[in-house]
T-cell receptor, first 116, second 117 residues
Framework: DVKVTQSSRYLVKRTGEKVFLECVQDMDHENMFWYRQDPGLGLRLIYFSYDVKMKEKGDIPEGYSVSREKKERFSLILESASTNQTSMYLC???????????????FGPGTRLLVL | AQKITQTQPGMFVQEKEAVTLDCTYDTSDQSYGLFWYKQPSSGEMIFLIYQGSYDEQNATEGRYSLNFQKARKSANLVISASQLGDSAMYFCAMREGRVQGAQKLVFGQGTRLTINP
C-alpha cells in the first residue's frame, strides 16, 4: 500500500513563527503536492514538485515556500505564520501521468494547523 | 470562475438507500479526467473512482458508479446500498492540466454525507 505520512496531525503556532510541515512518501513517486483545505472552499493547491529540487506554484502560493531535497520528502514552509494560515494541510504524491487513472494522487492524513 | 461545483453541502440518507452526489464541471479542454475522493473524519483522502473524458462507458468500482453526462458537464457519484461507513466528506476533482508528469487537480467544495441507521 502507498504510504504518505505527515510529521504532525495537530500543530499550534504563534503569529510570526517559522513553521515546517514535513511529508514523506514511500512509493518512489515522482510528484508531490501541498494543498490546504478550508470549509466551503475544498482543497486548493499551494505548491507542487515534479522532481527533486523542482517546484511549481499552485493557485495560492503566497506566504508559503517549499523544499524538495530528496525524492521521498517534500516540505512546506510558512516563513512567518499568520492567523489566516490556520487550516488543514494535506500532502499528496503520485506517479508521472501517462494517461488514465493509475496516476491518481495519494494523500496523507493531514495536519491541522492553528496559528494564534 | 468555479471549475468544479458541488451544490450539496450536506446530505442525509437512510442506510441501504442509494445516494447520488452531484458534480458539475467547466472546461474547454477536450481531454480531461474526473475523480471522486472520500474523506472520513480521520482526514485522509481516499480515491474512489475515475472517469476519462473519452471513456464511452460510465466508470464503476464496486458500489460506486459515476454517472457521466458529457454534454451537461456533469459527473455525479452514485453509491448503491449505502452503509454507515459511507458517512464522510466527498470531493469531486478534475484534472486541469499538467506540468511535466504532474497532474494538476482542481477540487469542488465537497459534500458531507451522513448515513442514518
Amino acid at each position: 500500500d502507498v504510504k504518505v505520512t505527515q510529521s504532525s496531525r495537530y500543530l499550534v503556532k504563534r503569529t510570526g513563527e517559522k513553521v515546517f510541515l514535513e511529508c514523506v512518501q514511500d512509493m518512489d513517486h515522482e510528484n508531490m503536492f501541498w494543498y490546504r483545505q478550508d470549509p466551503g472552499l475544498g482543497l486548493r493547491l499551494i505548491y507542487f514538485s515534479y522532481d527533486v529540487k523542482m517546484k511549481e506554484k499552485g493557485d495560492i502560493p503566497e506566504g508559503y515556500s517549499v523544499s524538495r531535497e530528496k525524492k521521498e520528502r517534500f516540505s512546506l514552509i510558512l516563513e512567518s505564520a499568520s492567523t489566516n494560515q490556520t487550516s488543514m494541510y494535506l500532502c499528496a504524491s503520485s506517479f508521472d501521468w501517462t494517461g488514465g487513472y493509475r496516476e491518481t494522487q495519494y494523500f496523507g492524513p493531514g495536519t491541522r494547523l492553528l496559528v494564534l | 470562475a468555479q471549475k468544479i461545483t458541488q451544490t450539496q453541502p450536506g446530505m442525509f440518507v437512510q442506510e441501504k438507500e442509494a445516494v447520488t452526489l452531484d458534480c458539475t464541471y467547466d472546461t474547454s479542454d477536450q481531454s480531461y479526467g474526473l475523480f471522486w475522493y472520500k474523506q472520513p473524519s480521520s482526514g485522509e483522502m481516499i480515491f474512489l473512482i475515475y472517469q476519462g473524458s473519452y471513456d464511452e462507458q460510465n466508470a464503476t468500482e464496486g458500489r460506486y458508479s459515476l454517472n457521466f453526462q458529457k454534454a451537461r458537464k456533469s459527473a455525479n457519484l452514485v453509491i448503491s446500498a449505502s452503509q454507515l461507513g459511507d458517512s464522510a466528506m466527498y470531493f469531486c476533482a478534475m484534472r486541469e492540466g499538467r506540468v511535466q508528469g504532474a497532474q494538476k487537480l482542481v477540487f469542488g467544495q465537497g459534500t458531507r454525507l451522513t448515513i442514518n441507521p
